[in-house]
């Protein structure tokens, strides 16, 4: 190791202390010196170090006593960062005062893996920046504002092997200021939600926290209201290797206190008891929907719903026609030539259309909660309209962390390549814009090695890229997941980002800047097709309730969202009466046995086992998720970055 006149004796001194808190100061850094660094450093109870302007936190795994009051009033308008200890607060202020100086908009990417501590630290800058424009008015907005992230989490973060409580979306945080700093509100932006997470789950894992807290927190004439009882009898709470969800005593009390806490934050920000009782009712039609079961009808050839209380009870809850939701449940249409084609559907694609419908309420309701809360954030005594966008700003982005799963599909594929996007931006700001500012002015400079993941954002993104093989094989109706496979690698087979895995004709591997996954690809066409049937969208445009109404009227916006595109609806919502558990008529004639009797009969065109056409027309997830990255690389793209860089154990 070389120390320069200009470089401290003491940083050499203390070298491997870790007591050097800013490791770019160190003459010489690699990885091995920064993980040693990190490593004694966090035994030494400091959880956070610098990098130059980069933060790199560990995760404690445990309560700090470093964000009191104290901590915040010691990181405000921080002239020497040298004589405070590194801290999260720090970028949270280097942030606000950057944009007090500089007018513009700033933006904090927080990376690292799942459970590396990402949400936490977003909290707590929120927190901290909220602090910082103490001095104004508006207290109800900045409490609004705190209280937000902890409904989104509710709705949009689940248990899973690797978290308690990992984040199932990206979201975007912009926080909106007035030239002097003052809080005129925020916009969050909601991404990529992890939706199959609803129908489906992986061992160890769970469905959304939502629906445990309202087990635990309604009380059982609320739970008769909406038809409910245990968890137990709800097929999505359970596990895919069929045990129960059943919750301790301790989880119980725990799930009923945030119950409690999403139901008084709800009204805090701004929902009406109506709205609040809205959201259950179509979290409460999710778990019966999901409940329907079919059954192959060798009459017909199609198939029929045995018990039919499932099917009561959503459309009491949806207030929609029974007769048109079995139909839509059990049968499918297309115009072609301009005529209406009728077909059965077989027991998979019944299966398959019945999730594909509760994804999209509960995606839908998700962009709902979003937008009303945008609504109730944005800023007012101002008529800013569209020039929003010109005023200072602080944006916040959450991303679900790298993940490396026993078994990864399309959801781990999504979230690394998202997670490989946000790695390409943090090497362009950090090494790829300084080396070539040194170039442009001639200064002579020592090249940084760093990883340059370029080369996969090809290999997922380019015109031959996984994403446009995967369009291109979903629009195939004889496509399957291996003759995805096959393409993939024949296409890629000489790239060292490629691995072929031996073996399995379903699984491929990729070189990842984190290292290697291997992604099993059985379910990706259904998955990037994931299209909701004609029928269906038609049947719950005609509830009775406006909200379902609008929410499958509204048209996606390219990017997928519904938060984008929904209107806000701040008027109480119309939900008529609805009759008890016991007053409904559990032992008449099957109507869906009855209707796909009609159907057969009247049939014109019956495919079984085939892809509905409208399926492989429609816009597919990829597309929306190529979108989504683009739209939200574009908002980063002329704001001045800050990172914060997470490690799960150091
Ligand atoms: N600063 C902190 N102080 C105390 N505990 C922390 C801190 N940061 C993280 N943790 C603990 O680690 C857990 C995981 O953190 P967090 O949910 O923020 O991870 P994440 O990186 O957002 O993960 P994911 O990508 O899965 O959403 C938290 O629930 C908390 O228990």
Same mark, same amino acid.
């Given at each position: 190791?070389?120390? #320069?006149?200009?470089?401290?004796? %003491?940083?050499?001194?203390?070298? &491997? $202390?870790? *007591?050097?808190?800013? =490791?770019?100061?160190?003459?010489?850094?690699?990885?091995?010196?920064?993980?040693?660094?990190?490593?004694?450093?966090?035994?030494?109870?400091?959880?956070?170090?610098?990098?130059?302007?980069?933060?790199?936190?560990?995760?404690?795994?445990?309560?700090?006593?470093?964000?009191?009051?104290?901590?915040?009033?010691?990181?405000?308008?921080?002239?020497?960062?040298?004589?405070?200890?590194?801290?999260?607060?720090?970028?949270?202020?280097?942030?606000?005062?950057?944009?007090?100086?500089?007018?513009? #908009?700033?933006?904090?990417?927080? %990376?690292?893996?799942?459970?590396? &501590? $990402?949400? *936490?630290?977003?909290? =707590?800058?929120?927190?901290?920046?909220?602090?910082?424009?103490?001095?104004?008015?508006?207290?109800?907005?900045?409490?609004?504002?705190?209280?937000?992230?902890?409904?989104?989490?509710?709705?949009?973060?689940?248990?899973?092997?690797?978290?308690?409580?990992?984040?199932?979306?990206?979201?975007?945080?912009?926080?909106?200021?007035?030239?002097?700093?003052?809080?005129?509100?925020?916009?969050?932006f909601d991404y990529l939600l992890e939706k199959s997470r609803v129908v489906n789950h992986g061992p160890g894992e769970r469905n959304y926290h939502i629906f445990y807290y309202l087990f635990s927190g309604l009380e059982k004439e609320e739970l008769e209201y909406y038809y409910l009882d245990t968890p137990e009898n709800y097929r999505i709470l359970g596990t895919s290797t069929g045990s129960k969800a059943y919750l301790t005593k301790t989880e119980i009390k725990y799930f009923k206190m945030m119950f409690q806490a999403q139901k008084e934050i709800m009204k805090r920000v701004g929902f009406m008891d109506e709205d609040i009782t809205l959201i259950f009712t179509l979290l409460a039609a999710i778990l019966h929907l999901t409940n329907i079961k079919f059954c192959q009808d060798e009459e017909t050839d199609g198939v029929y719903i045995d018990d039919e209380y499932p099917l009561e009870v959503v459309s009491n809850l949806l207030c929609l026609d029974q007769e048109t939701l079995a139909t839509a449940l059990i049968s499918t249409s297309s115009v072609t030539k301009g005529e209406k084609v009728v077909s059965l559907k077989n027991k998979d694609q019944a299966n398959d259309g019945r999730d594909a419908l509760a994804k999209a309420l509960y995606e839908r309701l998700f962009g709902w909660i979003v937008r009303q809360i945008n609504e109730l954030l944005q800023p007012n005594n101002y008529a800013l309209g569209e020039k929003i966008d010109l005023f200072p700003s602080i944006g916040i982005l959450d991303m679900s962390g790298f993940e490396n799963f026993n078994l990864n599909s399309f959801e781990q594929l999504c979230i690394n390549v998202a997670n490989e996007h946000l790695q390409f931006y943090f090497n362009e700001n950090i090494f790829l814009q300084e080396e070539e500012e040194y170039f442009n002015e001639g200064i002579q400079f020592d090249v940084v090695e760093f990883q340059n993941n370029e080369d996969l954002i090809e290999v997922f993104m380019g015109p031959l890229g996984l994403f446009a093989l995967l369009d291109e094989e979903s629009k195939?109706?004889?496509?399957?997941?291996?003759?995805?496979?096959?393409?993939?690698?024949?296409?890629?087979?000489?790239?060292?980002?490629?691995?072929?895995?031996?073996?399995?004709?379903?699984?491929?591997?990729?070189?990842?800047?984190?290292?290697?996954?291997?992604?099993?690809?059985?379910?990706?066409?259904?998955?990037?097709?994931?299209?909701?049937?004609?029928?269906?969208?038609?049947?719950?445009?005609?509830?009775?309730?406006?909200?379902?109404?609008?929410?499958?009227?509204?048209?996606?916006?390219?990017?997928?969202?519904?938060?984008?595109?929904?209107?806000?609806?701040?008027?109480?919502?119309?939900?008529?009466?609805?009759?008890?558990?016991?007053?409904?008529?559990?032992?008449?004639?099957?109507?869906?046995?009855?209707?796909?009797?009609?159907?057969?009969?009247?049939?014109?065109?019956?495919?079984?086992?085939?892809?509905?056409?409208?399926k492989l027309n429609q816009v597919t997830v990829t597309s929306h998720f190529r979108n989504s990255l683009a739209e939200l690389l574009d908002k980063m793209k002329d704001a001045e970055p800050f990172f914060v860089r997470h490690c799960l154990k150091a």
């Open positions: 190791m070389r120390v #320069t006149a200009e470089h401290d004796q %003491s940083l050499l001194v203390n070298m &491997g $202390k870790g *007591e050097v808190d800013d =490791l770019s100061k160190l003459d010489f850094l690699d990885e091995e010196t920064l993980i040693n660094e990190l490593r004694v450093r966090y035994k030494n109870g400091q959880i956070y170090t610098y990098i130059g302007d980069v933060l790199i936190a560990v995760n404690p795994f445990k309560q700090l006593n470093i964000y009191e009051k104290e901590q915040h009033k010691a990181y405000s308008r921080v002239q020497f960062r040298s004589v405070l200890r590194p801290h999260v607060f720090w970028v949270a202020d280097a942030a606000y005062q950057r944009m007090l100086i500089h007018k513009t #908009t700033q933006c904090i990417a927080v %990376s690292g893996e799942s459970g590396a &501590g $990402k949400t *936490e630290s977003t909290k =707590l800058m929120i927190q901290h920046i909220i602090y910082l424009c103490k001095t104004i008015y508006d207290k109800e907005l900045q409490k609004k504002i705190v209280d937000v992230n902890t409904l989104l989490e509710a709705f949009g973060n689940a248990q899973t092997c690797m978290n308690s409580n990992s984040s199932r979306f990206g979201k975007f945080v912009q926080m909106i200021f007035t030239d002097e700093g003052q809080i005129l509100g925020a916009k969050v195939f109706p004889r496509a399957t997941d291996s003759s995805l496979v096959d393409k993939y690698y024949s296409h890629w087979k000489n790239s060292e980002r490629y691995v072929r895995s031996r073996g399995n004709d379903i699984a491929f591997g990729i070189n990842h800047y984190a290292g290697k996954v291997v992604y099993n690809a059985k379910g990706f066409l259904e998955k990037n097709r994931d299209n909701l049937s004609l029928n269906l969208i038609e049947c719950l445009k005609n509830s009775n309730i406006e909200v379902v109404s609008e929410l499958f009227a509204a048209e996606r916006t390219e990017s997928g969202s519904i938060s984008r595109s929904v209107s806000a609806f701040l008027a109480k919502p119309y939900l008529p009466m609805r009759p008890r558990s016991s007053e409904l008529k559990k032992h008449r004639e099957n109507l869906s046995q009855k209707k796909a009797k009609s159907i057969k009969k009247t049939i014109q065109t019956l495919k079984m086992n085939t892809i509905q056409k409208d």
